[in-house]
């Protein structure tokens, strides 16, 4: 491969690996299968970017199943949205070659709630934080936290180097957290994620204290805990299908602590114009309960719901996407708030995501309030925050 005998696109994609593999002192590739592939919004990838990717898709194809991040626009309903011609032609232009390469043009964060679903062990090469974090520690499988060129050039040969969280030895936990508060909603493990990020930065926590929760908390721990901290994994006692070494180093987090997350999420603005829900993109659940809370009521905040297609054709044959648009909320189907290119559209952004409210405010500029589903809908309704 690296020598060219199997094209250019898989030659550079070698070159890709060999170098980080020396870098991080790997002793050989190792088999990937799946792929998870970031880096894919125009917004981000600029020309240089997309003249990358033209150059691989001249004789690249992937060689294990390999998904997309969410791009910079929903592909079918971007007008609606607010987005300029411009940029949707250099969008499509940017899915086009990753799709003629052979990636699954998927533009979704949550690639396990839409097929690409690895077992405990496999060895797999993803991008994007949230989803490295649900992988590594909810589903057992093990991958780095790849950039979109190496997740790209493993999609391509089928291989990564066998380094960092590929190997028993870097995902033992370093702290345990002993968690003494009563969590409810998805924000509220997204509180618990800001928490830990903050006090422990990238140390793999071991939770303990946490019962039973659903995936789509875990689903939003995994978002808060890899952007306010870093750390690509985590383990929650009798979740988490993996021994490890218990840890010396003992931290809690208190009530105290998650209130202390909620204060710091919240601007203090109470007018609200914007509103997304869904990152990580979401599950039909949440948007079952989002119709619940919408129906027979009409927005006055723009409401974005952030989902992956294929969910999005579920909540339409359930009859959820009916109501939810007939109050006036929006499907950002293929996108979401942190990649599109929204700056300057909005002021006060309401999310049940503590990750959308990092984003909210370091790309766009956004005043952010932060809370649960429920008092996100009721700020689209009313364009006020009055939990
Ligand atoms: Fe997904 Fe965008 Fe959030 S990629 S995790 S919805 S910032």
Known sequence: MLDGEKGKAVQKSMEILCALGEIYGADCLIDVSSVQIAGVSYHNLGDAGLEFLRELAEDGRTRVVATLNPAGMDLENWRQLGISEEFAAKQCEVIEAFASMGVIPSCSCTPYLAGNLPARGEHVAWSESSAVCFANSVLGARTNREGGPSALAAALTGKTPNYGMHLNEYRKAEAVVEVKACLKTNADFGALGWCVGHKLKNKIPFLTGIVRPSIDQLKSLSASIATYGGTPMFYVEGVTPEETPKPTERITVTSEDISEAFHALNDGQTDVDF??????????????????????????????????????????????????????????????????????RFRVLASDSAKACYYGRGSNGFKTRFGSLEACVDAAVTGKWRQ
């Open 275 to 344: 509103v997304a829900v869904g990152c990580p993109h979401a599950s039909i659940k949440e948007i079952r309960r989002i119709a619940e809370l919408l129906r027979g009521k009409k927005v006055v905040a723009e409401l974005w719901i952030a989902t992956a297609r294929q969910t999005k054709q579920l909540a339409d044959q359930a009859g959820y996407s009916k109501v939810i648009q007939a109050a006036g909320g929006k499907f950002a189907c293929d996108t979401c708030m942190a990649v599109a290119p929204l700056k300057g």
